[in-house]
Each structure stands twice: as structure tokens, then as C-alpha cells.
């Protein structure tokens, strides 16, 4: 399982970014994808969740703010972040699971939100 995670950068609060996922060694079209985050001293949390289906869920702390979506043509899940916080910053880290996947996370890419 690769999960490649980019998109991640500095932006000003009410900015937006798109982060990427590309995935391979499994058959992404099965699989759950979504995202987590983990910011400075804090515990890593779910941000958001795509079945194979498309349905979809969300923190409620990003609800309205955040999109997932899934092109399983590219083997790629995108997270389209909206309205960026301060406390959104954070490393974001692209995750998925399968019957024959367990849970697995990349390696991140982080999101800095600050003026």
C-alpha cells in the first residue's frame, strides 16, 4: 500500500488548498479512502471519509468547509479545503482500508493556516 499525499502549504486564513492523494498497490476502487490530521500536541483525528459508493462523511468541525471526492480512473482522493482556520493547521495525512487492507495512513503533508 503507497499513499502519496501533496497540496500542502502556507495559506491565509479564509484561503483554500487541494490536497492529492495517489494511491496504488491495492484496488483503490474498493477501498475506503479519507483524511486524517494531527496538529502540534494533539492526537490524530478523522477529518474525512469517502466510501467506495461516494458517500461520504465529515468532522463537524470541517462540515461546509471541506470536500472529499474520489477519481477512481486516477487512483487519487482529493481533500478541496475552503474557508481555512488557523486551527485547521496541521499535518494532513491521506488514509484508506479494505477486506484485504487494514488501516493505513501515508506520510502527511502539512498545512500551515496563518498570516
Known amino acids: 500500500v503507497q499513499l502519496q499525499a501533496s497540496g500542502g502549504g502556507l495559506v491565509q486564513p479564509g484561503g483554500s488548498l487541494r490536497l492529492s492523494c495517489a494511491a496504488s498497490?491495492?484496488?483503490?476502487?474498493?477501498?475506503?479512502m479519507g483524511w486524517y490530521r494531527q496538529a502540534p500536541g494533539k492526537q490524530r483525528e478523522e477529518v474525512a471519509i469517502?466510501?467506495?459508493?461516494?458517500?461520504?462523511t465529515y468532522a463537524d468541525s470541517v462540515k461546509g468547509r471541506f470536500t472529499i471526492a474520489r477519481d477512481n480512473a486516477k487512483n487519487t482522493v482529493y481533500l478541496q479545503m475552503t474557508s481555512l482556520k488557523p486551527e485547521d493547521t496541521a499535518v494532513y495525512y491521506c488514509?484508506?482500508?479494505?477486506?484485504?487492507?487494514?488501516?493505513?495512513w501515508g506520510q502527511g503533508t502539512q498545512v500551515t493556516v496563518s498570516s
Open positions: 469517502i466510501l467506495s459508493r461516494g458517500i461520504t
Open positions: 488514509y484508506t482500508r479494505g477486506v484485504l487492507v487494514p488501516s493505513s
Open positions: 498497490g491495492f484496488k483503490f476502487s474498493a477501498n475506503v
